[in-house]
């Protein structure tokens, strides 16, 4: 019994592994690509790759091996481009507020500084940076994620800081 609770072709930990994974998996990859679409189906294909090698897989070892097969899929598929994250355009609807006109203006040009910024990081500190400041995810997670020291998502993140304030200014609080 106690095998049969750990192996990942019981359905019931099957689901409790993709419920677990699936939404940090896809945004791992989408932060690399730029393509939600994509990353969905990179992270699908790497759930059916496992549950039909699911009798070979070490349940302990699962998440660890989800994110090699969404990495290693989504570098075949873009080994020979530079990958560029595009933010989707989230307008600043100007609903019935107080906010001036000048002022949304300069939040607009604020934000799309922001995004090219955050664009034109290199893809190591771009995939930390998000990790962490859109998914909340702690360095020690980001660690986890990506296979590298927690030392390394530091540098990373400190890179990325520098890099965002050379181009944002140091008024930037992060």
Not at 8 to 30: G, M, P
Not at 32 to 39: D, H, W, Y
């Amino acid at each position: 019994m106690s095998d049969q609770k750990k192996s990942l072709c019981v359905e019931r930990n099957f689901d409790s592994l993709f419920n677990s994974h699936y939404e940090t998996a896809r945004n791992y990859i989408y932060y690399k690509c730029g393509n939600l679409q994509q990353a969905e189906d990179i992270v699908q294909d790497a759930f059916v790759k496992m549950w039909k090698k699911c009798a070979e897989v070490i349940f302990e070892k699962a998440k660890s091996l989800l994110y090699t097969i969404c990495n290693n899929a989504m570098r075949n598929e873009f080994d020979h481009q530079k990958v560029v994250l595009r933010h989707r355009n989230t307008a600043i609807k100007a609903e019935k507020n107080n906010e001036s006109p000048d002022f949304l203006l300069e939040m607009e040009d604020f934000r799309a500084k922001l995004e090219s910024a955050i664009s034109n990081l290199s893809d190591k500190e771009r995939e930390v940076f998000l990790l962490s400041r859109i998914d909340k995810k702690t360095y020690k997670e980001i660690a986890d994620i990506t296979n590298i020291s927690v030392k390394a998502v530091e540098r990373r993140m400190s890179n990325a800081f520098i890099n965002l304030r050379k181009v944002l200014g140091d008024h930037l609080k992060f």
